[in-house]
């Protein structure tokens, strides 16, 4: 095992994401990154008859190139169409389609990276697919809301590649698609012919057989997602490894029985493998699964022992230069820590392979993989938020054979389905795998005990780091076998989760200011309840805060009941997001001003209470309510939108009324004459600004002056992201879910 660290690949794949990553932190420029790289390439060339010195020399390069292919293939770019955000331009570039959205690729003036470009608008029809066109558009940037639990879309684009998107004006065709663009065209419109052809002899279990074969997932298929994530089977209806070598192996197989053409069954291998990548739109989980395949196979044909390791190694680094956005991709994530799993600990499942007893043997086996492929992907699965189900062992071993009997005879049905007294056979055959496929599947669910974690939920994070410790000890035991190494492998698990206990499981009580752009959304949690001050507005890109954010937060802290919501005044930006928790919570309370119409104390639980100040101004911002929440040793006043009357009226109720540790600055930001006054009153030590992009200029600058003159420390949702304040024994702390570095 130790031997998997001696790869030179494995230290030139660790450098190169070193160097990745160091970039997208430090933002090098280009001339720096350029003679980094000369300066390291000219000391491997001195250092070539020096072993050590070269070797080091070597991983100082690869460090350069990672940094360099970040800095050409996101930072660039990203520069290079952000400059024009705002703007109205003219650009040209072939259009492209993915899971129902339209991109334009290839754009002149870009580099050599060139990015993809999202289209917003314009009435484009699939079969243009690979068109080059010349769009006229306003070029936009990703709005970017920082929140526990939900997707910052500047990040989740910007990692794809997609650093703007652009809304058309107007669009015109300038030529058919040329070179690879034909090629795909054409591949797309044969994909769709065959597909077409087979939909009407499968019936109802065409959805299984075209997201088993080329990974098109239709709608039928996405209702019944969640039965195959909770029985661990999903990943056979993502294109990888399990179909390239099946095909390669049919196509081998035949060939090679072919005798005047035997001597050439690799190249036909290859050929095919390759178009069927080209019908799974090449997947970055395919293309690892071709690349790994087709290395493999190029050294067994040149007669040489080709390691594993290095052809996946190899592999990587191959798509991480062609394509790095790889490197972010959950599909091309999963699908290499799988195979890793496998290849580092394939040659001790031997030692479960039971050579007298078949079925015992692969019942052993089949455990020792499912395990080690767990021990490598777990991490990833935790990070990514997506889920565990303890049922995947019997689906591997149950169901899993069903799905290869069918993926088979979809090769079969690709290759033989054209001859007609074959065809009906086929369908049958294809059929019957299928129903029993998901007959098993919902009957080891419906019958079968289980635990299912789904990791976008915090607690479930905890356990699920918990368990891979344990795997992870439990493999070390049985490859070392040495006592001692378990006694202190427990003693570690033990330790990390006692303090993963601390880390990761949510405090009892917090008061959380969200990042919801141009608006207010901010939330009282004590264990699993919760309750709102204000419910956010639409965010431009997200929709609906409620939906978007709170509801995503909901369910991220596991939270099984919210009993208020109260509202400081009843604009758009503050109440919107009210009506999808109405839904999701029918018995939720919505209290406004018409129901405190004088001074009221209004008690959360036995640690949280509400003071409500009612506000009687001319403007319709300052007919309004003004919260102080009180916690263990921490006040918070929230000004919701008043002004300067409103804020003369607030401070008529006294300083002793007013005091607190917090004050959420009244709307967004904007500057009032007696801000300082209030400030002054309220005696706070953090001030916090909610707001997003506007054409208000908040927060007024005038404002932040104010703050900084007055020494007083404040976070802005826009810069900072969401803001949570929680009571510690005698005190407070204050943390920010901070906006990505994008």
């Known amino acids: 095992m130790t031997s998997f660290f001696r790869y030179p690949a494995f230290w030139v794949v660790v450098a190169a994401l070193a160097g990745f990553f160091l970039q997208s932190y430090f933002s090098f420029s280009l001339l720096w990154l350029f003679l980094f790289l000369f300066l390291s390439l000219f000391l491997a060339v001195l250092s070539f008859s020096r072993s050590r010195i070269f070797f080091w020399s070597i991983i100082v390069v690869w460090l350069a190139?990672?940094?360099?292919?970040?800095?050409?293939?996101?930072?660039?770019?990203?520069?290079?169409?952000?400059?024009?955000?705002?703007?109205?331009?003219?650009?040209?570039?072939?259009?492209?389609?993915?899971?129902?959205?339209?991109?334009?690729t290839r754009t002149s003036n870009l580099s050599f990276y060139s990015p993809s470009l999202l289209l917003r608008g314009g009435d484009f029809k699939p079969e243009e697919w690979?068109?080059?066109?010349?769009?006229?558009?306003?070029?936009?940037?990703?709005?970017?809301?920082?929140?526990?639990?939900?997707?910052?879309?500047?990040?989740?684009?910007?990692?794809?590649?997609?650093?703007?998107?652009?809304?058309?004006?107007?669009w015109e065709v300038v030529s058919p698609p040329r070179g690879w663009f034909s090629l795909m065209h054409q591949v797309e419109g044969k994909k769709g012919e065959f597909l077409s052809s087979w939909k009407e002899e499968l019936q109802d279990e065409y959805p299984w057989f075209s997201a088993l074969l080329v990974g098109v997932k239709e709608e039928e298929f996405e209702e019944r997602r969640d039965l195959l994530q909770e029985v661990g089977i999903y990943h056979a209806f993502c294109v990888s490894g399990l179909h390239l070598a099946l095909l390669g192996g049919i196509i081998w197989f035949f060939l090679?029985?072919?005798?005047?053409?035997?001597?050439?069954?690799?190249?036909?291998?290859?050929?095919?493998?390759?178009?069927?990548?080209?019908?799974?739109?090449?997947?970055?989980?395919?293309?690892?699964?071709?690349?790994?395949?087709?290395?493999?196979?190029?050294?067994?044909i040149k007669g040489r022992h080709t390691l594993p390791v290095s052809s996946l190694l190899t592999a990587f680094l191959i798509m991480f230069l062609l394509q790095p956005e790889v490197v972010y991709?959950?599909?091309?994530?999963?699908?290499?820590?799988?195979?890793?799993?496998?290849?580092?600990?394939?040659?001790?499942?031997?030692?479960f392979r039971n050579k007298k007893h078949f079925l015992l043997g692969y019942l052993g086996r089949g455990v020792f993989l499912t395990f080690s492929v767990y021990v490598f992907n777990l991490p990833f699965l935790i990070f990514r938020g997506f889920s565990f189900?303890?049922?995947?062992?019997?689906?591997?071993?149950?169901?899993?054979?069903?799905?290869?009997?069918?993926?088979?005879?979809?090769?079969?049905?690709?290759?033989?389905?054209?001859i007609v007294f074959l065809r009906p056979l086929l369908a049958f055959l294809l059929r019957s795998a299928l129903r029993a496929s998901l007959f098993v599947s919902a009957f080891l669910e419906e019958h079968v005990p289980h635990f299912f974690w789904d990791f976008s939920q915090i607690r479930n994070q905890l356990w699920g780091w918990v368990f891979w410790l344990s795997l992870l000890g439990f493999f070390i035991f049985l490859i070392r076998?040495?006592?001692?190494?378990?006694?202190?492998?427990?003693?570690?698990?033990?330790?990390?989760?006692?303090?993963?206990?601390?880390?990761?499981?949510?405090?009892p009580l917090e008061f959380w200011v969200f990042d919801v752009g141009q608006g207010l959304a901010t939330g009282i949690v004590e264990e699993r309840t919760m309750s709102f001050i204000d419910a956010g507005g639409i965010i431009r890109g997200y929709g609906n805060t409620g939906k978007a954010v709170l509801e995503k937060f909901i369910h991220y802290r596991d939270i099984e009941?919210?009993?208020?919501?109260?509202?400081?005044?009843?604009?758009?930006?503050?109440?919107?997001?009210?009506?999808?928790?109405?839904?999701?919570?029918?018995?939720?309370?919505?209290?406004?001003?018409?129901?405190?119409?004088?001074?009221?104390?209004?008690?959360?639980?036995?640690?949280?209470?509400?003071?409500?100040?009612?506000?009687?101004?001319?403007?319709?911002?300052?007919?309004?309510?003004?919260?102080?929440?009180?916690?263990?040793?921490?006040?918070?006043?929230?000004?919701?939108?008043?002004e300067e009357e409103g804020i003369r009226y607030l401070?008529?109720?006294?300083?002793?009324?007013?005091?607190?540790?917090?004050?959420?600055?009244?709307?967004?930001?904007?500057?009032?004459?007696?801000?300082?006054?209030?400030?002054?009153?309220?005696?706070?030590?953090?001030?916090?600004?909610?707001?997003?992009?506007?054409?208000?200029?908040?927060?007024?600058?005038?404002?932040?002056?104010?703050?900084?003159?007055?020494?007083?420390?404040?976070?802005?949702?826009?810069?900072?992201?969401?803001?949570?304040?929680?009571?510690?024994?005698?005190?407070?702390?204050?943390?920010?879910?901070?906006?990505?570095?994008?």
């Open 65 to 104: 190139v990672g940094a360099t292919v970040h800095a050409l293939s996101f930072d660039l770019p990203r520069e290079m169409v952000l400059r024009e955000e705002g703007k109205t331009i003219t650009i040209q570039g072939n259009l492209i389609e993915k899971n129902n959205r339209y991109f334009i």
């Open 256 to 300: 090679n029985r072919i005798t005047f053409i035997k001597r050439f069954s690799w190249i036909g291998a290859l050929f095919f493998t390759f178009w069927y990548l080209l019908f799974c739109s090449i997947s970055p989980s395919s293309f690892r699964a071709w690349l790994f395949f087709s290395l493999g196979l190029w050294g067994k």
């Open 389 to 418: 189900s303890s049922l995947s062992l019997l689906g591997n071993l149950l169901v899993l054979p069903l799905l290869e009997a069918a993926l088979f005879l979809s090769f079969l049905s690709a290759f033989l389905g054209g």
């Open 130 to 170: 690979g068109y080059r066109v010349r769009i006229r558009a306003v070029v936009r940037s990703f709005n970017s809301c920082s929140n526990p639990g939900v997707m910052d879309f500047r990040l989740f684009w910007g990692r794809k590649r997609v650093p703007a998107y652009l809304e058309v004006e107007s």
């Open 561 to 642: 009941k919210v009993d208020y919501v109260f509202l400081t005044h009843l604009h758009q930006d503050h109440s919107a997001g009210i009506e999808p928790l109405s839904s999701s919570f029918p018995e939720l309370a919505v209290l406004s001003l018409p129901y405190f119409p004088n001074f009221s104390c209004f008690p959360l639980s036995s640690r949280a209470q509400l003071e409500i100040f009612p506000i009687q101004g001319k403007k319709e911002n300052e007919q309004a309510l003004v919260f102080r929440l009180t916690l263990p040793h921490l006040r918070i006043l929230i000004c919701g939108d008043v």
């Open 481 to 507: 076998r040495e006592r001692k190494k378990l006694i202190w492998g427990a003693v570690l698990v033990g330790v990390l989760l006692v303090g993963g206990l601390y880390l990761f499981l949510p405090p």
């Open 329 to 351: 991709d959950a599909g091309a994530q999963l699908s290499f820590a799988s195979t890793a799993g496998i290849l580092f600990l394939m040659d001790y499942g031997e030692n």
């Open 651 to 742: 401070m008529g109720w006294g300083e002793e009324n007013l005091k607190a540790e917090v004050v959420i600055l009244p709307h967004h930001g904007k500057y009032v004459s007696n801000m300082a006054e209030l400030l002054s009153l309220c005696d706070c030590e953090v001030a916090v600004i909610s707001c997003g992009e506007n054409s208000y200029g908040h927060p007024s600058p005038e404002t932040i002056k104010l703050l900084a003159d007055l020494n007083l420390p404040y976070f802005i949702t826009q810069e900072d992201g969401a803001i949570c304040f929680r009571p510690t024994g005698k005190s407070w702390e204050v943390k920010r879910f901070g906006k990505g570095r994008i």
